[in-house]
């Protein structure tokens, strides 16, 4: 049985750095893509950042480039999203997802559509209060 448990979310003020993790279970961890997405309330969900565990490959959304960090420790199928520069616009609940099926997988890393994402964590909130 797959199993995603993330933690780390929490509320800071803008500028401020939190970051997430996401522990996975009952799967091949080392052939998949992991990715981050988050909704805030009233919006759909977005894609923040992807990785492929295998390459070490990453992707971003444009909002967080610079700010965002994802990486991986494969020794504790682990993937995290260190988050810094925080701003009020980024608050949401924060999901980590894997695709176990091959399906996110792009000729420069991994899907940003959650549609490819077979397995989903149960989310975290980050609150980034002005």
């Known amino acids: 049985q797959v199993q995603l448990v993330e933690s780390g979310g929490g509320s800071v003020q803008a500028g401020g750095s939190l970051r997430l993790s996401c522990t996975a279970s009952?799967?091949?961890?080392?052939?998949?893509?992991m990715a981050w997405f988050r909704q805030a309330p009233g919006k759909e969900r977005q894609g923040v950042a992807r990785?492929?565990?295998?390459?070490?490959?990453?992707n971003y959304a444009d909002s967080v480039k610079g700010r965002f960090t994802i990486t991986q420790d494969s020794a504790k199928n682990t993937v995290y999203l260190q988050m810094k520069r925080l701003k009020p616009e980024d608050t949401a609940l924060y999901y980590c997802?894997?695709?176990?099926?091959?399906?996110?997988?792009?000729?420069?890393?991994?899907?940003?559509?959650?549609?490819?994402?077979?397995?989903w964590g149960q989310g975290t909130q980050v609150t980034v209060s002005s």
């Open positions: 009952g799967y091949t961890y080392r052939s998949a893509c």
């Open positions: 997802a894997v695709d176990t099926q091959g399906r996110a997988r792009i000729a420069d890393g991994c899907s940003r559509w959650e549609s490819n994402y077979n397995y």
């Open positions: 990785i492929g565990t295998s390459t070490g490959s990453t």
